[in-house]
Each structure stands twice: as C-alpha cells, then as structure tokens.
C-alpha cells in the first residue's frame, strides 16, 4: 500500500496550509487514517487520526487549528492547519491501517512532507 503526500512549504506564523494524503488504488481497504509529525531532534508526535466512520481524534496542541478530514470513496485524508506557530515547524508524516485480500491489517507511512513555520 503506497501512499502519496502532498501540500507542505513554508508559511508565516498565523497563516494557514493544506496537507493531503492519498492511497492510490482500490486493493487496500482502509480503516483509521492520520497524521504525525516530527521535528527535528524530536521524535515522532500524534496530531490527529480520523476513523473511517469520520470519528476524529487531535493532539492537545492542534485542538481548534488543525482540522483532519477523510474521503473514504477516493481513500484521502487531509488535514487543514490554521493560525500555524513556529513550533508546527517538522516534518509530517501521514498515516494509514490498511489490509488488502494478501495482507493483513497493516500500518503505512507516507513520505513525508516538510511544513516550514517561519517569519
């Protein structure tokens, strides 16, 4: 199961940015769906997750400016930032659970994508 990111760069602190993510294909059927993110010298954080019910789940320090959505027809996830901060500054990974007829459930990483917060 490959999974393809997209939406990073770099913003000044109180804008916004998209990131997407994508599992290409229609073998895999995909469960829980999320993001992580890691900055550098850090490891690796939760920020949200979404259930394919659309029960979504936020890191304290997201709450109220990053919002985790899904299309579970075309097998996106995406999730909004708002009023970003320098310390939203890493590289943010997106996460799937998926099981195909071959595997089973499984957890994929995208490649991650770099979301600079900088004034």
């Known amino acids: 199961v490959k999974l393809v990111e997209s939406g990073g760069g770099l913003v000044q602190p109180g804008e916004s940015l998209r990131l997407s993510c994508a599992v290409p294909?229609?073998?895999?059927?995909?469960?829980?769906m999320g993001w992580y993110r890691q900055a550098k010298g850090k490891q690796r954080e939760f920020i949200a997750t979404i259930t394919a019910e659309g029960i979504a789940n936020y890191a304290d320090h997201v709450k109220g400016r990053f919002t985790i959505t899904r299309d579970n027809a075309k097998n996106t996830v995406s999730l909004q930032m708002t009023n970003l901060r320098h310390e939203d500054t890493a590289v943010y990974y997106c996460h799937v659970r998926a099981k195909t007829w071959m595997t089973p459930e499984l957890d994929y990483w995208g490649q991650g994508t770099q979301v600079t917060v900088s004034s």
């Open positions: 294909g229609s073998e895999a059927k995909v469960s829980d």
